[in-house]
């Protein structure tokens, strides 16, 4: 009776997670506009009042308590990586998805185990879906850099043609893939709300981590100052661009090895350490039940811990 009753706690307990994360996936979520005006206009206690459409966060911490959150640094750079990441749900979602599933496989280890340490197995979980975003986060911004010559050249005719800077980035826009559509667009949408340009680039040049187009931004500074040939100084910077993507291909086509092996080595003694623990668990008996086996098991992690961040070191190159 026992155990039935600890079985059935334990559903209800998930069945509850999993209603949270429904609820939170489902929940109405403010639009882009306001998002970004919010980001300019500090809303009074009477707009608070009378919006609806408040966050879980808000509606759990209340509003003053939500806001001081949603300025700290951690959070800020958290939404920061998840729009470049292009990943479509909220920071709190994704919060909660992580608590779940750390939870879960935390259990699913400490049942097949039958022991308590073993839970902790489940903390990795969160480094999973940190370096995850952390990847998908890293390719849009890889995209943004490789599609920038081909965006810098379209700038520079449409400024032959006679347009504003502002009006050459809309032309841009017309053909642009993404991410640059989407961030050049961001740009664009400050400008129009009465951002200065380039402050606007700037935070582009900040999204995307790209040293490149800090050059833009410095060219259109320079050419709202002074004004100049600045056709001709984009071609040159699309140019130099240009180099510099050669090279950071043949960087990371040298440290491909290099890379793979780092990941390979660093996820594979936990994958195989989670699949034994669950398939034959008599096998790991000793390693979660002994003094020596939690040792043995805390120094392995550290170790492979140490050997992945040795690895990264070696192969991150900057260009």
Same mark, same amino acid.
């Given at each position: 009776?026992?155990?039935?009753?600890?079985?059935?706690?334990?559903?209800?307990?998930?069945?509850?997670?999993?209603?949270?994360?429904?609820?939170?996936?489902?929940?109405?979520?403010?639009?882009?506009?306001?998002?970004?005006?919010?980001?300019?206009? +500090? &809303?009074?206690?009477?707009?608070?009042?009378?919006?609806?459409?408040?966050?879980?966060?808000?509606?759990?911490?209340?509003?003053?308590?939500?806001?001081?959150?949603?300025?700290?640094?951690?959070?800020?750079?958290?939404?920061? @990586?998840? @729009?470049?990441?292009?990943?479509?749900? !909220?920071?709190?979602?994704?919060?909660?998805?992580?608590?779940?599933? +750390?939870?879960?496989?935390?259990?699913? *280890?400490?049942?097949?185990?039958?022991? =308590?340490?073993?839970?902790?197995?489940?903390?990795?979980? &969160?480094?999973?879906?940190?370096?995850?975003?952390?990847?998908?986060?890293?390719?849009?911004?890889? #995209?943004?850099?490789?599609? /920038? &010559?081909?965006?810098?050249?379209?700038?520079?005719?449409?400024?032959?043609?006679?347009? +504003?800077?502002?009006?050459?980035?809309?032309?841009? /826009? @017309?053909?642009? &893939?993404?991410?640059?559509?989407?961030? =050049?667009?961001?740009?664009?949408?400050?400008?129009?709300?009465?951002?200065?340009?380039?402050?606007?680039?700037?935070? *582009?040049?900040?999204?995307?981590?790209?040293?490149?187009?800090?050059?833009? +931004?410095?060219?259109?500074?320079?050419?709202? @100052?002074?004004? !100049?040939?600045?056709?001709?100084?984009?071609?040159?910077?699309?140019?130099?661009?240009?180099?510099?993507?050669?090279?950071?291909?043949?960087?990371?086509? =040298?440290?491909?090895?290099?890379?793979?092996?780092?990941?390979?080595?660093?996820?594979?003694?936990?994958?195989?350490?989670?699949?034994?623990?669950?398939?034959?668990?008599?096998?790991?008996?000793?390693?979660?039940?002994?003094?020596?086996?939690?040792?043995?098991?805390?120094?392995?992690?550290?170790?492979? *811990?140490?050997?992945? =961040? #040795?690895?990264?070191?070696?192969?991150?190159?900057?260009?």
């Amino acid at each position: 009776m026992n155990s039935i009753g600890a079985e059935i706690a334990l559903s209800v307990v998930v069945g509850a997670l999993v209603g949270v994360i429904v609820i939170a996936l489902t929940g109405n979520r403010n639009t882009n506009v306001a998002k970004r005006v919010s980001a300019y206009v +500090t &809303p009074t206690p009477e707009m608070l009042s009378l919006d609806p459409k408040r966050s879980l966060v808000e509606r759990a911490l209340g509003d003053k308590q939500a806001r001081q959150l949603a300025r700290s640094p951690w959070i800020a750079r958290g939404r920061v @990586e998840l @729009e470049v990441a292009d990943i479509r749900i !909220g920071l709190e979602q994704l919060f909660l998805i992580v608590i779940v599933a +750390t939870l879960l496989v935390g259990w699913a *280890v400490s049942a097949s185990t039958h022991s =308590l340490p073993a839970a902790a197995l489940g903390l990795f979980v &969160p480094v999973v879906a940190q370096q995850v975003v952390k990847f998908m986060a890293s390719r849009q911004r890889r #995209a943004f850099s490789e599609q /920038l &010559p081909d965006n810098l050249a379209v700038l520079a005719s449409a400024m032959r043609a006679g347009q +504003t800077f502002i009006g050459s980035l809309r032309s841009v /826009l @017309e053909d642009a &893939p993404e991410p640059s559509r989407r961030e =050049l667009g961001r740009a664009v949408l400050d400008e129009q709300i009465g951002v200065p340009l380039t402050e606007a680039l700037t935070h *582009v040049t900040e999204r995307m981590r790209s040293e490149d187009f800090q050059h833009v +931004t410095i060219v259109a500074s320079l050419q709202r @100052e002074t004004g !100049g040939n600045t056709a001709e100084v984009i071609d040159m910077v699309a140019h130099t661009v240009r180099e510099r993507m050669e090279i950071r291909r043949m960087v990371r086509g =040298l440290t491909a090895q290099g890379r793979l092996s780092g990941g390979v080595l660093s996820l594979l003694p936990v994958g195989l350490l989670i699949l034994i623990s669950v398939i034959n668990p008599t096998y790991v008996h000793p390693l979660f039940h002994t003094t020596e086996g939690l040792i043995g098991l805390g120094i392995g992690i550290g170790l492979v *811990v140490l050997g992945g =961040l #040795a690895i990264r070191k070696i192969v991150d190159i900057k260009v």
